[in-house]
């Protein structure tokens, strides 16, 4: 039996955080806890699962519509913003790699994104 790693990251979109302007709730996703300095190496080679809770109904179908749009990672929403940012984090690991190794590297690296809603 293989043991599955969990990993969480904590964002923050709609409720103050300590050290934040008024004016960055509800439009600036701020990091409360992410996976450490060696994020890439947790993620990279590995099928990565994004799991978000969201408040409503309308906003788990705003996400799901908006997603996988073009300009879905410029969004500021917090699924976008943690997908966004984790590739971000693969792709800077794979740098630390011979060349010849990181396209086989990048293609086993994958995402995908579960949404659920608190009803």
């Known amino acids: 039996m ?3 790693q969990i990993q969480a990251i904590g964002l923050s979109f709609y409720e103050p955080v300590d050290g934040t302007s008024e004016e960055a709730i509800g ?3 701020i990091r409360t806890q992410w996976l450490g300095p060696d994020s890439g190496k947790l993620l990279l080679g590995k ?3 994004i799991v978000d809770k969201v408040d409503t ?3 788990l179908q705003w996400v799901e519509s908006n997603l996988l749009s073009s300009d ?3 969004m500021n929403n917090p699924t976008s913003y943690a997908l966004s940012e984790l590739k971000k984090d693969v792709e800077a690991e794979l740098l630390s790699y011979p060349e010849a190794e ?3 590297l990048q293609s086993a690296t994958q995402f995908a ?3 659920c809603t608190r009803s």
Request: glycine share 0%; hydrophobic share 50%; aromatic share 4%.
């Open 72 to 74: 879905a990672l410029t």
């Open 113 to 115: 994104v579960s949404l």
């Open 47 to 49: 099928r990565d699962l």
């Open 102 to 104: 990181r396209e086989a």
């Open 57 to 59: 109904w309308k906003t």
């Open 27 to 29: 439009n600036e996703v």
């Open 2 to 4: 293989k043991a599955l």
